[in-house]
């Protein structure tokens, strides 16, 4: 017969080999715990990842208005009440007058075709765009540059370049019809471009003239609808970059912006004689009823022959055109003066 002792320690073996029984081995409940650490990791991860992107979001609007604050690691996208609102706060910032200067570029397949500017100033109906183009040289042409004003003043046209005399000065288009060249791009039409469905995402910040700016990506490419005007923009181009820096008021001070436009052409060349005539060559007869629609267009303006070279390359030409441009806006909300010119030459615009 047992003694208490005995009996006591009996029962604490028989609880020991029972709770063997149920119990991991001592890996398995490392195994365990490692695992619930991960698991607690990942929802803690999680939580973080999302109070981010509530924090980003908040950030992005808050440095809209003026909170600034320093740019988050992953930005999410701007609701689109937001982008509303900067679209809404841009236009009315300039809805009577304002000032925008375009610069941009024209490449095929990489090579520079020509480089401008348009300084734009806008007050009311009246409009004055200061245009300046610098051509490279390529084709045996020297490089070149050529610059004129257009402006309107209450209804009439001004036109400043080379008159008819060689001497530069201003015109007055007497035409009461109106002239070709009388529609001066509006530059407030890229407002249209702020749309929720281009996804814009928080870049960060840039500080230009003093001003701080909060830089804004598109995602997803809106449609073109609103760049119709800028020079290089075709029917089949798409855009490919957008970029705007916005103020503390929700207001668009610079737009930057790529457009590409992937395109065939047939081998037609062109050679000038030296008497000054230009022809346009084709390597192949199938060719010529395109070279001729393009010859009996250029004959408005000098003598074009057409002619068949067949030791021409007769291969299709492939071209990537791509137009980059930089719309920066200012004088916001202050009045911009466009005054007549005096001494303007009148001359019946024929277009």
């Known amino acids: 017969m047992l003694t208490d002792d005995q009996l006591a320690d009996h029962l604490r073996t028989r609880l020991r080999l029972e709770v063997a029984t149920i119990q991991p081995p001592a890996d398995l409940l490392a195994s365990l715990r490692r695992r619930a650490r991960r698991s607690l990791t990942l929802r803690v991860t999680g939580v973080t990842a999302a109070l981010a992107a509530a924090a980003a979001t908040a950030l992005v609007a808050t440095t809209a208005t003026g909170g600034g604050g320093a740019a988050p690691s992953g930005s999410a996208v701007l609701t689109a009440a937001m982008v509303e609102r900067v679209a809404s706060a841009s236009r009315l910032a300039l809805a009577h007058s304002g000032r925008a200067k375009i610069a941009y570029r024209e490449t095929d397949n990489g090579v520079l075709q020509v480089s401008g500017t348009d300084n734009i100033a806008f007050a009311g109906k009246n409009w004055n765009d200061a245009i300046s183009q610098t051509f490279p040289a390529r084709d045996g042409q020297h490089w070149h ?120 052409t047939k081998p037609i060349y062109f050679k000038r004689f030296a008497d000054g005539r230009l022809a346009l060559l084709v390597p192949r007869m199938a060719y010529l009823k395109e070279a001729r629609a393009l010859a009996k267009k250029m004959r408005r303006h000098s003598h074009v022959i057409v002619r068949v070279d067949r030791s021409l390359p007769a291969a299709v030409h492939r071209h990537v055109d791509v137009t980059s441009a930089t719309v920066s806006f200012s004088s916001f909300g202050k009045k911009v003066a466009i005054a007549a010119p005096r001494h303007a030459v009148p001359v019946y615009g024929r277009g």
């Open 145 to 264: 540059a050529q610059s004129a004003i257009d402006r309107i003043v209450n209804g009439r046209f001004y036109l400043y370049t080379t008159r008819r005399d060689g001497r530069r000065g201003w015109t007055r288009d007497t035409n009461p019809s109106g002239h070709p060249v009388m529609s001066i791009p509006d530059p407030r039409t890229l407002f249209g471009l702020l749309s929720p469905s281009a996804k814009f995402k928080f870049i960060g910040h840039v500080v230009i003239g003093g001003v701080r700016l909060t830089e804004l990506r598109a995602t997803r490419q809106p449609g073109l609808h609103a760049i119709n005007w800028l020079p290089g923009v075709q029917p089949g181009s798409h855009l490919s970059f957008l970029t705007i820096l916005v103020d503390k008021h929700n207001i668009v001070h610079r737009i930057s912006l790529r457009v590409r436009l992937d395109r065939t």
